[in-house]
Nanobody, 117 residues
Framework: QVQLVESGGGLVQPGGSLRLSCAASGSIFSPNVMGWYRQAPGKERELVATITELRSTNYADSVKGRFAISRDNAKNTVFLEMSSLKPEDTAVYYC???????????WGKGTLVTVSS
């Protein structure tokens, strides 16, 4: 089992910045991929960004150039730096961990990001 705990959500004005963190604990094995997904009200959950242990990254087109994902492998923590935030970025952001050998994936409980003036 892998436990994921997100933090850093909140209310921010359009154009502002926010940093999300996700700490993983439990049965952490290599290789793995960690990432962020989000779900806006009335919409399906969608990919935001992922990062491998070798720091290969993948971003949704909607966040490229505005969001940056990073990780600290020693602390099993992944971060999402969000800037130039837009109201359409409002969503619950979920942390995800995938064991690349078994394919098992785990989710955090989510953290709410609200972009509003």
């Amino acid at each position: 089992q892998v436990q994921l705990v997100e933090s850093g959500g909140g209310l921010v004005q359009p154009g502002g910045s926010l940093r999300l963190s996700c700490a993983a604990s439990g049965s952490i094995f290599s290789p793995n991929v960690m990432g962020w997904y989000r779900q806006a009200p009335g919409k399906e959950r969608e990919l935001v960004a992922t990062i491998t242990e070798l720091r290969s990254t993948n971003y949704a087109d909607s966040v490229k150039g505005r969001f940056a994902i990073s990780r600290d492998n020693a602390k099993n923590t992944v971060f999402l730096e969000m800037s130039s935030l837009k109201p359409e970025d409002t969503a619950v952001y979920y942390c995800n961990y995938i064991n690349r050998i078994t394919g098992m994936d785990y989710w955090g409980k989510g953290t709410l990001v609200t972009v509003s003036s």
